[in-house]
T-cell receptor
């Protein structure tokens, strides 16, 4: 069985501060994919990143960065110099790579509020 | 624009009534999924279909049914709605192997009263 844990239910930071959203996952599969999605107040799900289990390199995209550590089963997401537009609910998710049985399992989400 | 279309956008439904949520994709993805989103619970998988003609149960299938007559359409039916089915419903699709990514619809907000 797969499981994704986002222990932080809500986080509030003042604009321009850095913030890290934690994600811990469980899976018995050796090949899997990890995702982060953003859900702004408008409600749609916005894809941010996909990472496969064989690629532990950290990734940076503008103010966003991701730290993938298989040793601790974690895939944390950091926003540098946060902005009000970053206010949203963020979901971490896990998908196996078993053909014919791929399902995306979500964490419960972290609501991030950036205070101007 | 290619993607997933869900209808209706929102609906208020009397308890005991039936309703079908529609989902159509134009990307020729083999796999499709229905999720419900509830506060504090994230998104949970209701039903899925790996290819046209096949369906499977997800984490919370009770009270829902699906069909997959063709590649593009994956309707979700509530035969007799109950208030606990008040939720936001998302349809999604993926190419073979979920690792290629998932595309989500804009969601249907359903309120059962």
């Amino acid at each position: 069985a797969q499981k994704v844990t986002q222990a932080q239910t809500e986080i509030s930071v003042v604009e321009k501060e850095d913030v890290t959203l934690d994600c811990v996952y469980e899976t018995r599969d050796t090949t899997y994919y990890l995702f982060w999605y953003k859900q702004p107040p408008s409600g749609e799900l916005v894809f941010l990143i996909r990472r496969n289990s064989f690629d532990e390199q950290n990734e940076i995209s503008g103010r966003y960065s991701w730290n993938f550590q298989k040793s601790t089963s974690s895939f944390n997401f950091t926003i540098t110099a946060s902005q009000v537009v970053d206010s949203a609910v963020y979901f971490c998710a896990l998908s196996t790579a078993n053909f014919g049985n791929e399902k995306l399992t979500f964490g419960t989400g972290t609501r991030l509020t950036i205070i101007p | 624009t290619a993607g997933i279309t869900q209808a209706p956008t929102s609906q208020i439904l009397a308890a005991g009534r039936s309703m079908t949520l529609r989902c159509t994709q134009d990307m020729r993805h083999n796999a499709m999924y229905w999720y419900r989103q509830d506060l504090g619970l994230g998104l949970r998988l209701i039903h899925y279909s790996n290819t046209a003609g096949t369906t499977g149960k997800g984490e919370v299938p009770d009270g829902y049914s699906v069909s997959r007559a063709n590649t593009d359409d994956f309707p979700l039916t509530l035969a007799s709605a109950v208030p606990s089915q008040t939720s936001v419903y998302f349809c999604a699709s993926s190419e073979d192997g979920g690792g290629y990514g998932y595309t989500f619809g804009s969601g249907t907000r359903l309120t059962v009263v």
